[in-house]
């Protein structure tokens, strides 16, 4: 057996070849790599939860602050300028900063997670954004709203019962 030189490549080894027949690698941090693919995996869940309430909270709240804004203001038309001025109403600006951070998190969160996991886990949004709309802006929500709102609630549901992630993380080919 060779000798190791001390660094994290002492604890990799090679599993059997995915579906399309590549190598796949995977380090451990025990002789059998065990235990150190089960903590990966639970940090990837953990990872992919905060990451999927942050993309859920600062869209709902990001749409919610932009609206308020917005309805504040009143109509301002379709003049650039006047849509550029309104970036500077308090609200607004929260809005805007708050899908900033959405965007970027949801970038983040598609770097690992499937996307046919990401979006219809991040749809539980539309439910929230419903609630914001009626409890916060006032809104009236129709009862065939609120059908649509629990499809979504049962689709969410069952997609977060499965893996966020079925492929290694490369590129589309």
Known sequence: MPATSGTSKEHE????????GRAVSATSGTATGGVC??????????K?????????????SGNSALTHGMKLLGDIGNSPL????????PWVALGVALLILWTLTHMALLSWADLSYVLPV?????????LSGKYLLGETISMEHWAGILLITAGV????????????????Q
């Open 13 to 20: 080894q090679v599993t059997p070849p995915d579906q399309a």
């Open 37 to 46: 693919a089960a903590q990966e995996a639970a940090r990837l869940r953990a």
């Open 122 to 130: 991040t749809a539980m949004g539309y439910v929230l954004t419903a």
């Open 82 to 89: 006047a849509l550029i001025g309104a970036l500077f109403h």
């Open 48 to 60: 992919t939860r905060l990451f999927t309430a942050i993309v859920v909270v600062s869209n709902v």
């Open 157 to 172: 549901t069952l997609v977060g019962l499965t893996s966020p992630a079925t492929t290694a993380n490369q590129a589309p």
